[in-house]
Antibody, heavy 123, light 107 residues
């Protein structure tokens, strides 16, 4: 079955960076776009960006431009999201979520999602 | 960015009730609208995609409708496991954006 398994919780100090991993299984890794979405405590869902695991191309939300980097390792079917210059407002659960195939004609929806990784930023 | 506004923000209902949640987009998004269910401490789960298509494995009591700017998610007969928070999402343009969520509670 299709599964996304994320790395464990992290505690970071302000100004530091965090790198979260998302390992995919049960499908052809390079055939589906992957997104990152975050959720601050008690808040809604916020899209961060997308990566094409085939060629590695990315697109980031304007809010995170310059602070976020999404990469992939095709040998391990893993995507990574690194967020730098962390501040307290970055405390959130970070999710990876699979989109449609890269050759889909139109549309976009996220299924499945990883289990989430809690990143806590605190001095 | 396209703004998505859900109503109500919270809702109390009883098992067996018919419930409707509304999502409005700040501009036309055709049928590029998805619905997710999220339970506490869990990742969101896709229920409806492209406004009205039921995701595989999702019970048929869930249905979606609408196009353009106005959309609805309907649960025909609430079950105990349906008490959760529901989010709409537009995928018409980048960045994709989510509604603020509708929390469905037991009356």
């Amino acid at each position: 079955q299709v599964q996304l398994v994320q790395s464990g919780a992290e505690v970071k100090k302000p100004g530091a960076s965090v790198k979260v991993s998302c390992k995919a299984s049960g499908y052809t890794f390079t055939s589906y776009y992957m997104h990152w979405v975050r959720q601050a405590p008690g808040q809604g869902l916020e899209w961060m960006g997308i990566i094409n695991p085939s060629g590695g191309s990315t697109s980031y939300a304007q809010k995170f431009q310059g602070r976020v980097t999404m990469t992939r390792d095709t040998s391990t079917s893993t995507v990574y999201m690194e967020l730098s210059s962390l501040r307290s407002e970055d405390t959130a659960v970070y999710y990876c979520a699979r989109d449609l195939p890269v050759d889909a004609a139109a549309g976009s929806w996220f299924d499945p999602w990883g289990q989430g990784t809690l990143v806590t930023v605190s001095s | 960015d396209i703004q998505m506004t859900q109503s109500p923000s919270s809702l109390s209902a009883s098992v067996g009730d018919r419930v409707t949640i509304t999502c409005r987009a700040s501009q036309s998004i055709s049928s590029y609208l998805n619905w997710y269910q999220q339970k506490p401490g869990k990742a969101p789960k896709l229920l409806i995609y492209a406004a009205s298509s039921l995701q595989s494995g999702v019970p048929s009591r869930f249905s979606g409708s609408g196009s353009g700017t106005d959309f609805t998610l309907t649960i025909s007969s609430l079950q105990p496991e349906d008490f959760a928070t529901y989010y709409c999402q537009q995928s018409y343009s980048t960045p994709c954006t989510f509604g603020q969520g509708t929390r469905l509670e037991i009356k």
